[in-house]
């Protein structure tokens, strides 16, 4: 002990141990003591001695801590003074020599422990399970390490713990700690895990990163807050930076709306301190990966909609308008609000509509372009400006046509109170100042992009360059100052001024052909262009002559040839006399190589290091790159190639109009089919009800039917009961008008019968001449299926008749048996009074009969009368039995005139398919004759004309498809 003392307080033990001989014994008692006091002693005094003597702790020391690791879990101490040995072995943090050879040693000691300590993944697991220990002596120093470790071989170490069963989530937990130093250290650990590994950056989204992350800012006072603010900043961008899962989740998730505190800075000036600019640059940053150029549209596009909807726009907006704002956070902000609202209509119609803190108020859009052509101000803010213009206009047809509606005569304010955005493009295009030169022409190029009409108004911009002169049109004065060249003297680059106006100039006659006449309607500017071309000029002109060369080739390509005297030929003559041809496409090539050409090209946004890289312009580089070939072949067509050319283009033209014709005529076509179909389909739905309503009055008849045979069946045995009487106590009680009133009735039964018989025989007439018209159109296989289905459905209607008509017979039958027995009754009656005379006891003996005969015969006739009702309900049923039959007929009318019409809309619909058919046909075989001819004079027919014939095709295949759907209706 004494000796350890030694060591431990700075003492030499003598001269006879040396430092390696020291560690070796402190080593050699790690891993011979048995007690436990020895070896957390020994281990303790390895720790002091790993700070100075690296290397030698590192190489005798590393595999006996890690078995201290494996071995002594129960004590705490112990385990902690390993992982701080280990940390000191690993780490490059501690050590204080600040010489370059003796610091990169350090790194190369700390990667060779490094890999040495992971060769083996168990001791990655085991510093793993180490902190789920909640013991801070374990805990803390186990974050640091692994934290040294991921720092010296990240990837490896990722891969290590991407393997481990719960690795990450055991990570996350420490996000959860209480004390404020492991969380914070974890929130380290955890930026080093996920730098550059996707895998592991879902891992830890999924394992509620976001929302311990948000909580965390919120708490430590979101900008406001202190470094660990920052930490949790940077570790959101890694989570959600070229992670469309993650920004995804964050978006559905519902987190992009607590961002909005973030920018809740108000309006003081004193509350700037260098922790709180750093981080709202952070946030600033965060928001602006959720709305990358570079993210899918999609999904930019739905978190540009979510920043509206929670207010974080109208946010920015305010700082944007803030005063007292530092202008690094005013240039990051402004960036971010040009990434929020590109292509997003809604954010550009918001930011167009804010104005400025300012009396009168004023649009920031002029505020801002004020900034830009002021050249005074910060070049990083133009640049921010520029950009935030340029995103504006993105995809915006009405915010171009709002900024170039300001330069038109019928708006400028007359009075010149106000200030206008095209008043303020104007004076950058014309200043003294090349950069405003530059950026002006360049937002004015961003308003005419892909788009027509704005480029055709411009032309009506007249400008009054001094009194007494007349005004000139902007595109004269543009090419005026082009001329003019370096005579003027301007502030910043010789050729930026040229390039800004070349490419103004180029956008805006590109696909334009009556701004390519006003442009060679002026007599100088062809001469000009041909003349800035054919000289041979330094290195720096190059560039100037492959615009010349770019603007002179989209007059010819884009040339109507309204002008004789600079028709598409007579230009392509004069480039072969004074320039040729091959030089010529040289010249032009000179853009594309430049240097400054492709770093262009890769971002929307304009980031230069200084004013003299800015040179080119996103957008242009990608007019660029698709006029430069086209340009190409239209200088080396001749004329007939071009007549040619323009012969196909023009029937191709008229090809294109004609399909879209009949394609328009076949969607009509289509849309009045459905509607008949739906009609069809309504019709058979209110056939079917009539056929479930007849079918429901068939069962009710049945029933009728079954009624009145029990009443017959009862009346049958009341007759037999009372013929077993005598005959003369039977009749003697019968009035003659009773039996006179059943006549009657007996008789209008008969009637009502023959009259039903004959409506009967009239249905199945009208039936038989409704089937036999159905038969008889059977010439089309739509129709005979129609009128298949209508003879079925009135072939059951008939046979529901006969059954009706039927039973009508058995009940006029089952009446006239009555009607007999009652003439019997009748005629008994009679004879019996004229024959027998009545006697003294035999006429009191009659007379009880004829009481008792009387009381039955009362009886009969109540039975009679309710039998009389019951034929009278039934043929109130059968009449509306009768009604029910006439609605089926007249609807089976209707189908059968919806039926016709039909038929005759499928003959005209057929009729005219052929036609279009036969017309296609034409066109084909003309189009093929065509490009026979261009093939046999050597002019390569492009793939996209074989496409558009075979996609032609398939447009006629389907225009056939409509009539076979017919055939089945």
């Not at 014994?25 to 048995?34: E, M, P």
């Not at 008008?737 to 006549?743: A, D, H, T, V, Y």
């Not at 034409?922 to 065509?930: A, E, G, T, V, Y």
Request: hydrophobic share 35%; aromatic share 4%.
């Amino acid at each position: 002990m004494n000796f350890l003392r030694g060591v431990m307080g700075g003492q030499s033990a003598g001269p006879q141990h040396t430092e390696a001989e020291t560690i070796q014994k402190l080593c050699d008692r790690v891993a011979s003591s048995t007690l436990l006091d020895d070896r957390r002693n020994a281990v303790r005094a390895l720790k002091s001695l790993s700070k100075k003597y690296r290397l030698e702790v590192g190489i005798q020391a590393m595999e006996h801590l890690i078995h201290v690791l494996q071995t002594d879990r129960s004590d705490s101490e112990i385990i902690g003074y390993a992982l701080d040995t280990l940390y000191n072995i690993i780490s490059n943090e501690e050590e204080e020599e600040v010489e370059e050879n003796s610091t990169r040693q350090s790194e190369d000691l700390g990667s060779q422990f490094t890999e040495i300590f992971i060769k083996q993944q168990e001791n990655v697991t085991l510093l793993l399970s180490l902190l789920e220990e909640f013991d801070f002596h374990v805990r803390w120093p186990g974050v640091k390490l692994l934290t040294s470790l991921l720092k010296q071989l990240g990837p490896q170490v990722q891969q290590i713990i991407l393997v481990s069963p719960m690795g990450v989530s055991r990570l996350m937990d420490l996000l959860a700690d209480s004390r404020e130093v492991i969380r914070n250290d974890g929130v380290l650990l955890l930026q080093a895990l996920t730098r550059s590994n996707g895998a592991i950056q879902k891992i830890v989204a999924f394992e509620n990163a976001f929302e311990r992350l948000l909580d965390i800012i919120s708490e430590e006072g979101n900008s406001d807050g202190g470094i660990v603010v920052e930490d949790c900043l940077i570790l959101l961008q890694n989570l959600l930076k070229n992670n469309n899962s993650n920004q995804n989740f964050f978006k559905e998730g519902s987190y992009i709306q607590r961002m909005k505190p973030w920018f809740e800075v108000g309006d003081e000036n004193s509350g700037w301190s260098a922790q709180k600019v750093t981080n709202l640059h952070l946030m600033l940053q965060l928001v602006r990966v959720l709305v990358s150029p570079t993210n899918p549209p999609g999904a930019t596009s739905s978190c540009q909609k979510a920043m509206f909807q929670c207010g974080l726009l109208q946010q920015l907006c305010t700082i944007l308008m803030a005063t007292g704002v530092p202008a690094d956070i005013l240039t990051e902000t402004i960036n971010t609000v040009s990434e929020v609202i590109r292509g997003c209509q809604v954010n550009q119609d918001y930011f167009a509509s804010v104005n400025a803190p300012s009396n009168p108020p004023r649009p920031a859009i002029v505020v801002l372009l004020m900034s830009m052509v002021n050249e005074r101000q910060p070049f990083v803010l133009r640049c921010a400006v520029l950009y935030c213009f340029q995103c504006f206009l993105y995809k915006n047809q009405k915010g171009q046509g709002e900024i170039v509606s300001t330069l038109l005569p019928s708006t400028i304010d007359a009075t010149g109170n106000s200030v206008s955005a095209g008043q303020l493009l104007c004076g950058g295009l014309f200043s003294t100042d090349s950069l405003s030169n530059w950026c002006a022409a360049v937002a004015l190029a961003h308003a005419l992009q892909e788009n027509a009409t704005q480029k055709e108004q411009l032309l009506r911009v007249q400008l009054a360059t001094s009194i007494g002169n007349p005004p000139v049109s902007l595109l004269q004065q543009c090419t005026n100052i082009l001329s003019q060249g370096d005579k003027i003297d301007r502030r910043g680059s010789k050729i930026q001024t040229r390039v800004g106006l070349l490419m103004l100039l180029c956008t805006w006659l590109s696909n334009c052909p009556i701004a390519v006449t006003h442009f060679l309607h002026n007599s100088a500017n062809v001469p000009f262009l041909t003349g800035q071309i054919a000289e041979n000029l330094g290195e720096e002109e190059q560039l100037v002559q492959g615009l010349c060369a770019l603007l002179l080739g989209i007059s010819i390509y884009f040339n109507d040839n309204s002008l004789e005297s600079y028709m598409k030929e007579k230009l392509k003559q004069l480039i072969e006399k004074r320039i040729g041809k091959e030089n010529f496409i040289e010249k032009l090539g000179f853009i594309s190589k430049h240097e400054l050409y492709s770093r262009a090209s890769q971002k929307p946004q304009p980031n230069f290091p200084s004013p003299e890289y800015m040179i080119f312009d996103h957008e242009f580089t990608k007019l660029v790159k698709e006029l430069e070939g086209v340009i190409t072949k239209a200088i080396y067509k001749s004329s007939e190639e071009d007549k040619k050319e323009e012969e196909v283009k023009k029937t191709l033209e008229q090809h294109d109009n004609i399909v879209t014709h009949y394609k328009n005529m076949i969607r009509e076509q289509d849309l009045q089919l459905e509607e008949l179909r739906q009609q069809v389909s309504t019709l058979k739905c209110q056939n079917e009800q009539l056929q479930t309503a007849v079918t429901q009055q068939v069962s009710q008849i049945q029933q009728h039917k079954d009624q009145y045979n029990l009443l017959k069946i009862q009346l049958g045995k009341d007759n037999q009961h009372q013929g077993s009487y005598s005959e003369g106590a039977q009749m003697n009680g019968i009035q003659p008008e009773e039996i006179g009133r059943l006549r009657e009735e007996i008789e209008e039964l008969k009637r009502n019968q023959e009259l039903l018989q004959s409506q009967l025989t009239e249905k199945d007439s009208m039936i038989e001449n409704l089937k036999s018209s159905q038969t008889s159109g059977t010439n089309e296989q739509s129709s005979a299926i129609v009128s298949a289905r209508d003879s079925e459905q009135v072939a059951e209607l008939k046979q529901e008749l006969a059954t009706l008509k039927s039973q009508l017979n058995s009940q006029s039958v089952e009446i006239t048996k009555l009607q007999t027995e009652k003439q019997e009754l009748l005629q008994k009656t009679e004879a019996f009074a004229k024959s027998v005379e009545v006697q003294g006891e035999t006429e009191t003996i009659i007379a009880t009969k004829t009481t008792d005969v009387e009381g039955r015969l009362s009886a009969l006739l109540q039975e009679t009368k309710e039998l009389k009702n019951e034929i009278k309900a039934l043929s109130e049923e059968r009449t509306a039995i009768k009604e029910q039959l006439d609605s089926s007929n007249s609807t089976i009318a209707i189908l059968q005139t919806e039926k016709d019409k039909l038929e005759l809309e499928i003959t005209d619909s057929k009729k005219e398919q052929d036609d279009l058919l036969v017309l296609l046909a034409d066109q084909d075989q003309k189009i093929l004759s065509l490009k026979n001819k261009l093939k046999d004079l050597g002019h390569p027919v492009e793939e996209e004309d074989e496409l558009e014939s075979g996609d032609q095709e398939d447009e006629d295949d389907e225009s056939e498809d409509p009539g076979k759907d017919l055939d089945h209706i």
